[in-house]
T-cell receptor, first 113, second 111 residues
Framework: KAGVTQTPRYLIKTRGQQVTLSCSPI?????VSWYQQTPGQGLQFLFE???????NKGNFPGRFSGRQFSNSRSEMNVSTLELGDSALYLC????????????FGQGTRLTVV | EDQVTQSPEALRLQEGESSSLNCSYT??????LFWYRQDPGKGPEFLFT???AGEEKEKERLKATLTKKESFLHITAPKPEDSATYLC????????????FGAGTRLFVKA
């Protein structure tokens, strides 16, 4: 059974650009959550999608957005990149909305220069 | 304010030297507490979920326990391959839930 797949693994962008990250959850999982991980702030919750609807949102500015498709795949977009957006972005999938067991992907390492 | 605090920040052990990691939390409407292991450059790997005070879970050399205010991850006779960052997270809220992670404990086990 394939795990959570995130693409790309590494990304370098210039300040002011925008970026789209992709996450394919485990087959059959309908809930996808996104997290930002930095050395200073740790793992911070961005948002969660379930059946194409955003159910929960963390305390991030509107530059961070996401969506989920009918096949449960999810994308996260960050517009007008800032240097502080450099981080490891992690996607986690779970079978149903509210399931406590979330399975994480390897993450996308975003560097903003 | 909902908060999860892990201690110590880092822990260095000799192989075979048992110890415990602590996770204390202050949240409203606890739904569950989770432990994850994270290796460098990888996503967190799920270990345990605990739901209520008094509950215990075990997996190999790891044992997680839960009280009303904190959780402990006991590591018995650790091996070098247990070296990793151990993350604690709580899921809280009613209706729309949220997951809050602690900063983690970096464990180093020396042979």
């Amino acid at each position: 059974k394939a795990g959570v797949t995130q693409t790309p693994r590494y990304l370098i962008k210039t300040r002011g650009q925008q970026v789209t990250l992709s996450c394919s959850p485990i087959s059959g999982h309908r809930s996808v959550s996104w997290y930002q991980q930095t050395p200073g702030q740790g793992l911070q919750f961005l948002f969660e999608y379930f059946s194409e609807t955003q159910r929960n949102k963390g305390n991030f500015p509107g530059r961070f957005s996401g969506r989920q498709f009918s096949n449960s795949r999810s994308e996260m977009n960050v517009s007008t990149l800032e240097l502080g957006d450099s981080a490891l972005y992690l996607c986690a999938s779970s079978p149903t909305g509210g399931s406590p067991e979330a399975f994480f992907g390897q993450g996308t390492r975003l560097t903003v220069v | 304010e909902d908060q999860v605090t892990q201690s110590p920040e880092a822990l260095r052990l000799q192989e075979g030297e048992s110890s415990s990691l602590n996770c204390s939390y202050t949240v409203s409407g606890l739904r569950g507490l989770f432990w994850y292991r994270q290796d460098p450059g990888k996503g967190p790997e799920f270990l345990f979920t605990l739901y209520s005070a008094g509950e215990e879970k075990e997996k190999e050399r790891l044992k997680a326990t839960l009280t009303k205010k904190e959780s402990f991850l006991h590591i018995t006779a650790p091996k070098p391959e247990d070296s990793a960052t151990y993350l604690c997270a709580v899921q809280a809220g009613t209706g729309g839930f949220k997951t809050i992670f602690g900063a983690g404990t970096r464990l180093f086990v020396k042979a």
